[in-house]
């Protein structure tokens, strides 16, 4: 035996999808129903764990062979359920896993069984039927639990279900372990499996607190806008927009953000309907759920595990959130951090309204620093700094940016300067124009233009469209080698989808295809991949001409749905560059388990570390600035510092 394909069926109270897999495994009614399973690719077996039947002793025995791969589609599921079932004292050991649903992923492939095997075109796909039959054995029923002996034709039939799963996981397996994933993302698999089986301890008391505090602020203001208004419902949109046209004439197409920001500059003269916006936006403010999201999922041991999806984002491989969407965690600005936590601590919502108006923008502003280092640790929270515009600077050839960071000047006044042919210094001689060598820094590495800048928040920092052109251009001028390089990317992937050659181009980055994709090879080794990828002909009236584009298969983000998606140059250079940060991010995190240093979980390019006493944020920073042997000529730069809480220094 040298692999074994896994996949379970379970029960739990608790609710799977708002609690992760390792809350869901703590309520005392969970148990495996059925354990299928293939040896070495062979014929499936099922094991009818809820009707008496229990695993044979080699296959048990296997569970802890290290000598065995063990593998299953969401495979960090099996192993979680595995683990508390049959009374393991630890999660069983990920480097013995092989997950099929990231091997997927390496390749662009959806992370669902389902659709992936839908989107492989297997002859035997997953069994419609299965989601009826988790929700008539696996969930709680109006009248409680069902059992086999409650339908025994449709417990077979779930028997059936799950012995196919295993053979479409088998079959998806077949196709993706063609993509041989380098040795370091073997080991970042397992690195990352150990920080979500670790977690990262909440602050309860201030959860909760904020929790309530959150909801009867906006019960207070619902019964205020009702009384301003006489409306049944203030939270409706459409009835909002009624009001708006009775009180004011404006007809309101949508209440978005960037509306009700220019609405509330019309009502000026309309004070009440003012109020009645305001209300609106404090009442809209979704970021304080994620004070219910830790509470749903927080754990016996007071942590939070299971944070981050490895290979979560489609194409560059890097995490996605989960649970609480550590991600994308609202910033925070508040000077008297430590006040505002121990006045909701305290749990009296009038004494905090009395020092702060603006009750939902605190407990915004508070999110991050209800993740605490546990009991005798302390976070050091270190990151890379704008490690984006140093990786494509590198990768494009673009010398005099880096030379700006070997020598630790600010790039943001450097690339002010070098636009607007003046000096600009951050607290000195034109440093008005900083601020637009950074929106310019940030925005416009990917070949994005006026909308780019736009969706930086050009216009709220008081650019004209006459200005934003203008530091298009000036960048573009700036940057020569950026450019090029997004039109070199392109040509390189319209070669290798017309001719099926392999493209080299910076830094030894290969463009290729292969099954039916566009491959990209990083300098790290890492392939990224764009299924089905085809030259296309976009046909254009007028002066323009028709021109060749390039098409794959993927998930559209916003419909959820795998379709045909268009890409360029710039997008792929974007991709380019997410991927290889992700890289460089995932070596300081190899490195950090290497050492000891206990990673909590980490946003974008930034690692929380749980340190002991002994381990200093020195210990944590040399982690950023050793040389990486593929980028040794990249120059990085880490820093940190040390909280009680996660926030954002």
Same mark, same amino acid.
């Given at each position: 035996m040298r692999e074994i394909g896994i996949d379970i069926e379970t029960y739990s109270s608790n609710d799977l999808v708002n609690c992760g897999v390792y809350k869901y495994v703590e309520a005392p009614d969970f148990t495996i129903l059925l354990f299928a399973y293939s040896v070495d690719g062979g014929d499936v077996q099922c094991v009818d764990i809820a009707q008496g039947e229990t695993l044979p002793d080699e296959i048990f025995a296997a569970l802890t062979d290290s000598t065995i791969t063990k593998t299953a589609f969401n495979a960090a599921f099996e192993r979680i359920c595995i683990s508390k079932y049959y009374g393991f004292a630890e999660p069983l050991n990920p480097a013995q896993w092989r997950c099929t649903m990231v091997r997927a992923a390496r390749m662009g492939l959806p992370l669902s069984l389902g659709q992936c095997g839908e989107v492989l075109k297997l002859e035997a796909g997953k069994m419609q039927e299965g989601k009826a039959l988790i929700r008539y054995f696996s969930v709680p029923g109006k009248n409680g639990r069902h059992l086999p002996s409650d339908a025994p034709e449709r417990w077979e039939i779930f028997k059936k279900y799950n012995i196919r799963d295993v053979e479409v996981e088998q079959q $998806?397996?077949?196709?993706?372990? =063609?993509?041989?994933?380098?040795?370091?993302? !073997? !080991?970042?698999?397992?690195?990352?499996? !150990?920080? /979500?089986? =670790?977690?990262?301890? $909440?602050?309860?008391?201030?959860?909760?607190?904020?929790?309530?505090?959150?909801?009867?602020?906006?019960?207070?203001?619902?019964? !205020?806008?009702?009384?301003?208004?006489?409306?049944? /419902?203030?939270?409706?949109?459409?009835?909002?927009?009624?009001?708006?046209?009775?009180?004011?004439?404006?007809?309101?197409?949508?209440? /978005?953000?960037? /509306?009700? @920001? @220019?609405?509330?500059?019309?009502?000026?003269?309309w004070p009440k309907a003012q109020k009645v916006l305001a209300i609106r936006r404090e009442m809209g403010k979704t970021s304080n759920k994620k004070y219910n999201a830790m509470q749903n999922c927080v754990c016996s041991d007071e942590r939070i595990h299971g944070l981050l999806q490895f290979c979560g984002a489609a194409r560059t491989g890097r995490w996605a959130g989960r649970l609480v969407q550590v991600q994308n965690l609202p910033q925070n600005h508040l000077e008297s951090l430590d006040y505002a936590r121990e006045l909701v601590r305290q749990g009296d919502l009038e004494e905090f309204e009395l020092n702060y108006a603006n009750v939902t923008q605190v407990l915004s502003e508070l999110i991050r620093t209800a993740f605490i280092a546990a009991p005798g640790k302390t976070f050091h929270v270190c990151d890379f700094s704008a490690i984006e515009a140093r990786v494509i600077a590198w990768l494009a050839g673009e010398d005099w940016v880096l030379e700006v960071f070997r020598s630790g000047r600010d790039i943001y006044c450097e690339t002010a300067s070098r636009m607007f042919k003046v000096p600009v210094e951050k607290h000195g001689q034109n440093a008005e124009l900083r601020q637009k060598g950074k929106i310019a820094t940030l925005a416009l590495g990917y070949g994005g233009g006026v909308s780019a800048l736009e969706a930086m928040g050009g216009s709220r920092l008081g650019l004209t469209e006459k200005e934003e052109k203008e530091i298009v251009n000036l960048w573009r001028d700036s940057n020569p080698r950026i450019v090029k390089m997004w039109a070199i990317i392109e040509r390189a992937a319209l070669t290798a989808l017309k001719t099926g050659e392999s493209v080299t181009v910076h830094r030894g980055i290969v463009v290729g295809r292969r099954w039916g994709m566009l491959t990209i090879t990083l300098p790290s080794g890492r392939i990224i991949c764009y299924p089905r990828a085809k030259v296309g002909i976009e046909y254009n009236d007028g002066w323009r001409g028709d021109h060749e584009i390039i098409e794959y298969e993927g998930l559209n983000q916003t419909t959820k749905k795998w379709q045909s998606i268009r890409t360029y140059g710039g997008k792929l250079t974007e991709n380019i560059v997410q991927a290889v940060a992700r890289d460089i991010l995932g070596i300081v995190i190899l490195r950090a388990r290497k050492q000891g240093l206990n990673i909590v979980f980490h946003i974008h390019d930034e690692i929380v570390v749980e340190a002991t006493p002994d381990q200093s944020l020195a210990d944590v920073e040399a982690l950023f600035s050793k040389p990486i042997e593929w980028c040794r000529d990249l120059p990085l730069k880490g820093a940190g510092y040390t909280t009680p809480y996660y926030l954002k220094d």
């Amino acid at each position: 035996m040298r692999e074994i394909g896994i996949d379970i069926e379970t029960y739990s109270s608790n609710d799977l999808v708002n609690c992760g897999v390792y809350k869901y495994v703590e309520a005392p009614d969970f148990t495996i129903l059925l354990f299928a399973y293939s040896v070495d690719g062979g014929d499936v077996q099922c094991v009818d764990i809820a009707q008496g039947e229990t695993l044979p002793d080699e296959i048990f025995a296997a569970l802890t062979d290290s000598t065995i791969t063990k593998t299953a589609f969401n495979a960090a599921f099996e192993r979680i359920c595995i683990s508390k079932y049959y009374g393991f004292a630890e999660p069983l050991n990920p480097a013995q896993w092989r997950c099929t649903m990231v091997r997927a992923a390496r390749m662009g492939l959806p992370l669902s069984l389902g659709q992936c095997g839908e989107v492989l075109k297997l002859e035997a796909g997953k069994m419609q039927e299965g989601k009826a039959l988790i929700r008539y054995f696996s969930v709680p029923g109006k009248n409680g639990r069902h059992l086999p002996s409650d339908a025994p034709e449709r417990w077979e039939i779930f028997k059936k279900y799950n012995i196919r799963d295993v053979e479409v996981e088998q079959q $998806i397996l077949a196709k993706v372990r =063609r993509l041989t994933a380098p040795t370091f993302d !073997e !080991e970042l698999y397992t690195a990352d499996q !150990e920080i /979500n089986d =670790r977690g990262v301890m $909440i602050d309860r008391v201030l959860v909760d607190a904020a929790a309530r505090f959150d909801d009867e602020y906006k019960a207070q203001l619902l019964a !205020e806008a009702q009384q301003l208004t006489g409306m049944e /419902n203030p939270n409706s949109p459409a009835q909002i927009k009624e009001y708006l046209r009775r009180t004011t004439g404006f007809t309101i197409q949508s209440l /978005n953000k960037k /509306n009700l @920001d @220019d609405l509330e500059s019309q009502l000026k003269y309309w004070p009440k309907a003012q109020k009645v916006l305001a209300i609106r936006r404090e009442m809209g403010k979704t970021s304080n759920k994620k004070y219910n999201a830790m509470q749903n999922c927080v754990c016996s041991d007071e942590r939070i595990h299971g944070l981050l999806q490895f290979c979560g984002a489609a194409r560059t491989g890097r995490w996605a959130g989960r649970l609480v969407q550590v991600q994308n965690l609202p910033q925070n600005h508040l000077e008297s951090l430590d006040y505002a936590r121990e006045l909701v601590r305290q749990g009296d919502l009038e004494e905090f309204e009395l020092n702060y108006a603006n009750v939902t923008q605190v407990l915004s502003e508070l999110i991050r620093t209800a993740f605490i280092a546990a009991p005798g640790k302390t976070f050091h929270v270190c990151d890379f700094s704008a490690i984006e515009a140093r990786v494509i600077a590198w990768l494009a050839g673009e010398d005099w940016v880096l030379e700006v960071f070997r020598s630790g000047r600010d790039i943001y006044c450097e690339t002010a300067s070098r636009m607007f042919k003046v000096p600009v210094e951050k607290h000195g001689q034109n440093a008005e124009l900083r601020q637009k060598g950074k929106i310019a820094t940030l925005a416009l590495g990917y070949g994005g233009g006026v909308s780019a800048l736009e969706a930086m928040g050009g216009s709220r920092l008081g650019l004209t469209e006459k200005e934003e052109k203008e530091i298009v251009n000036l960048w573009r001028d700036s940057n020569p080698r950026i450019v090029k390089m997004w039109a070199i990317i392109e040509r390189a992937a319209l070669t290798a989808l017309k001719t099926g050659e392999s493209v080299t181009v910076h830094r030894g980055i290969v463009v290729g295809r292969r099954w039916g994709m566009l491959t990209i090879t990083l300098p790290s080794g890492r392939i990224i991949c764009y299924p089905r990828a085809k030259v296309g002909i976009e046909y254009n009236d007028g002066w323009r001409g028709d021109h060749e584009i390039i098409e794959y298969e993927g998930l559209n983000q916003t419909t959820k749905k795998w379709q045909s998606i268009r890409t360029y140059g710039g997008k792929l250079t974007e991709n380019i560059v997410q991927a290889v940060a992700r890289d460089i991010l995932g070596i300081v995190i190899l490195r950090a388990r290497k050492q000891g240093l206990n990673i909590v979980f980490h946003i974008h390019d930034e690692i929380v570390v749980e340190a002991t006493p002994d381990q200093s944020l020195a210990d944590v920073e040399a982690l950023f600035s050793k040389p990486i042997e593929w980028c040794r000529d990249l120059p990085l730069k880490g820093a940190g510092y040390t909280t009680p809480y996660y926030l954002k220094d």
